[in-house]
């Protein structure tokens, strides 16, 4: 294994996780919709990455997107067509160029028009969407085209489809104009025979809520499969393996100390790793690295003056010595944003590492 830090992994990167992998391909054969949850970090997208690619294998279709950050039924629908676009051209081998939607939706169709590629449905829906994009449609007259377009793709390719949506819970952004939407989405997605989901999330309150909730229209409609850290001995076991890249090894009580840091996070393992491989075991290479400091320093700041104030007392203090007003909600808003846990009694930061730079802050 080496050590990689930060982009999305490829199947042949991955260290471990088989579990999950057949879970949920094992849940793709009895066509059960799968939601892969878990916090930051974690390496959710990269176990997405290698069920797509043995899903591929299988001579499935796969088409693979990331909401995260979206704000409307216009950016889901782009990132939709796009990823669709991109995984059709790369079927039929037709070139593909990074293009602004409007230009890459007719390029495509006058590529598949070239060379006589039937794809009647799907040409008629991107179409439609040209026509909306030019302001001759409403959104709510193409708002079940875009649900159904991956069910009418797979009806014209006469291939089964699979649809991976990373970063699910952002979906909620549609509900602002169209406050059905998301149970409009659910009955669809239901009724489609040729197309199954996989979705992903990280900010865990938040999709907790989406998929656990009675009321919310997704309530009770995926299998739950949940991404952890690692824990002692496959952290230990993965730094050591990828050490050995380098013909290094550094003593047990540095990797215990690593685990003890990142609470097995996998992404803060590798850039431990990479940290002591080139600067022979030194565990202060790491936590002076501003890798991690930048990444963190970056997020800190999306939070509201409380919820930092209150993390960062949470990171020497009992929650119940905290003095501020509306403390809980203050708390809930973390746990939405997957940054705390509640343990029995107790509510915890889930990332070692974040906690140990709030303290020394
Ligand atoms: N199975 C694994 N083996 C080794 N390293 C891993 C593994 N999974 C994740 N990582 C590490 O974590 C990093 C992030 O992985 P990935 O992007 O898949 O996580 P994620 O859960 O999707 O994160 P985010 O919530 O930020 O989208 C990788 O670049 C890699 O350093
Ligand atoms: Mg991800």
């Not at 600067?279 to 002076?288: G, R």
Request: glycine share 4%; aromatic share 10%; proline share 2%.
């Amino acid at each position: 294994m080496k050590f990689i830090f930060g982009r999305e992994l490829n199947r042949k990167e991955l260290y471990d996780r088989n579990n999950e992998i057949n879970k949920i391909i094992n849940s793709y054969k009895t066509r059960q919709p799968v939601a892969v949850i878990g916090f930051r970090r974690m390496g959710k997208s990269s176990i997405l990455n290698a069920v797509k690619s043995i899903l591929e294998e299988n001579n499935v279709f796969v088409i693979k997107f990331n909401i995260e950050g979206i704000y409307n039924l216009y950016d889901y629908s782009n990132r939709l067509i796009e990823s669709i676009i991109v995984e059709l051209s790369k079927k039929y081998r037709l070139k593909y160029y990074k293009e602004e939607i409007k230009k890459l939706i007719n390029k495509f169709i006058g590529s598949i028009n070239q060379v006589n590629i039937k794809l009647n449905d799907v040409e008629v829906i991107l179409n439609r969407y040209s026509d909306y994009l030019e302001n001759r449609l409403k959104a709510s007259e193409m708002i079940e085209d875009i649900i159904n377009l991956p069910e009418k793709m797979a009806k014209n390719i006469h291939k089964k489809i699979v649809v991976i949506i990373d970063e699910f819970q952002y979906i909620r952004f549609l509900k602002q104009p169209f406050p059905e939407i998301l149970r409009i989405m659910r009955s669809k997605f239901n009724e489609h025979t040729d197309v199954q989901y996989i979705i992903s999330g990280s900010e865990i309150g938040i999709i907790d809520e989406l998929l656990n909730n009675k009321n919310e229209p997704f309530y009770a409609f995926f299998r739950i499969i949940k991404v952890l850290p690692f824990d002692r001995n496959e952290s230990i076991g993965f730094l050591e393996d990828g050490l050995k890249n380098y013909s290094i090894k550094c003593d047990k009580a540095i990797l215990e100390k690593v685990y003890e840091m990142t609470s097995g996070i996998p992404a803060w393992l590798n850039l431990a790793g990479l940290d002591l491989a080139e600067n022979n075991c030194n565990i202060l290479s790491f936590l002076n690295d501003d890798t991690y400091k930048n990444i963190i320093k970056y997020e800190l700041n999306t939070l509201t003056k409380n919820e930092l104030l209150l993390l960062k007392e949470l990171s020497y203090k009992k929650i119940k010595e905290i003095k501020i007003s509306n403390k809980y909600r203050i708390i809930k808003s973390l746990i939405n944003k997957g940054m705390l846990i509640k343990t029995q009694n107790e509510y915890v930061i889930v990332d070692g590492l974040l906690n140990y730079y709030l303290k020394n802050l």
